[in-house]
């Protein structure tokens, strides 16, 4: 009894979210001159797409979902498109039939425009790049697409163009929204380059890492650092095309320098010990593959660093093996000119 019971109970619930995609659908169709309705409608619709996988496999199965990726084309209210996009990103993120539906060059273009439109607020560019994550996070097809349709291309622009000074005030609501959308840009190039791993998308950001290099250098925020070292990491991984490349432009130089100043102030902020064990991840990543090139490191006593920030007692187990593993490759190919302690 309790069974179907249960049964039952899951079918209803079922009706009812395929009634409410209907009635939605038709409002969206039926309000076209009212776009706080059309907002409303399309953020319920994404409220429902999250709560059920297959909420969203229904709404492709009816039209919605070709119906308003043609409204975040063609509506002319910025707050319709952004509603648009926003319910398009939630439903490529929770079902890969309804991303792959979605990853076409015509969307990724339309999505392209969006971005690179004087016009577009910054609102409307974030909700666009949270499409463009959508489309692209685990499906090699979108990264493909991300390439070859520009759009990567825009989306390093705005990388280097998006924040302006070094200060980063995030208490000013201007800078703020800039930065919400400069790190959304950043967890998308993240996925263009990674998961799976993407050579060619590898190498076209190594045009980046300067103007990462800059940033690390003048600006030592936590807000910062980890979403660049995250894209450092990634960019590089199991890449010595890219990794060589990396030091060449002086990325491991600058790396050590941030990691010597967080391992100095780690002893008065847990903090800086914690983003420390982030930067030291990244170190790792760049000499996995070739442990020759820790020899860059022996100028900072970076060996002397880490075996310092290990013992660290407020840094957790997962945090002091990444240590460990860095130190292991740190000393892999260690010689006489290498900065040991023993």
């Known amino acids: 009894n309790e069974i179907e019971k249960g049964r039952q109970t899951e079918e209803y619930i079922i009706m009812e979210m395929k009634t409410d995609l209907n009635l939605l659908l038709e409002c ?17 619709i994404h409220s429902i797409c999250q709560q059920n996988n297959n909420a969203g496999v229904y709404f492709r199965e009816i039209g919605g979902l070709m119906f308003v990726k043609n409204l975040a084309k063609s509506s002319e209210h ?16 929770k079902n890969v039939y309804c991303q792959q539906t979605l990853c076409t060059s015509e969307l990724f273009e339309d999505l392209t425009l969006f971005l690179s439109n004087d016009d577009s607020n910054t609102n409307l560019k974030r909700m666009s790049v949270y499409v463009i994550l959508g489309l692209v996070s685990n499906n090699s097809n979108g990264q493909t697409l991300v390439r070859e349709t520009g759009c990567i291309t825009v989306l390093s622009q705005l990388f280097r163009t998006v924040l302006s000074k070094y200060e980063l005030n995030l208490s000013d609501k201007n800078v703020f929204q800039s930065y919400q ?17 993407n050579d060619e998308n590898q190498m076209f950001c190594c045009s980046l890492f300067s103007h990462a290099n800059e940033w690390l250098t ?3 925020k936590p807000e910062i650092i980890r979403p660049i070292c995250s894209f450092i990491g990634l960019t590089l991984a199991n890449n010595t095309y890219v990794q060589k490349y990396f030091i060449s432009v002086g990325g491991l130089d600058v790396l050590s320098q941030v990691l010597v100043q967080l391992e100095s102030d780690s002893h008065k902020a847990l903090s800086s010990a914690k983003l420390a064990v982030v930067v030291t991840k990244t170190v790792d990543a760049c000499i996995a593959d070739n442990p020759a090139f820790g ?3 022996s100028k900072y006593h970076i060996v002397s660093k880490l075996l310092t920030l290990l013992s660290n007692e407020s840094l957790d ?3 002091k093996f990444s240590i460990i593993l860095a130190l292991g490759h740190c000393t892999e190919y260690c010689g006489k000119d290498w900065d040991l302690p023993w």
């Open 181 to 197: 959308l400069w790190s959304s840009v950043c967890s998308t190039l993240c996925v263009c380059v990674n998961n799976p791993q």
């Open 295 to 297: 020899v860059v490191l």
């Open 28 to 44: 969206l169709k039926y309000q076209m001159d009212n776009p706080f309705s059309q907002k409303e409608a399309l953020v319920t």
């Open 78 to 93: 910025s707050m319709v498109k952004e509603a648009a996009l926003y319910t398009l990103g939630a439903v490529a993120e």
């Open 218 to 220: 003048n600006c030592m």
């Open 317 to 319: 187990s997962g945090e």
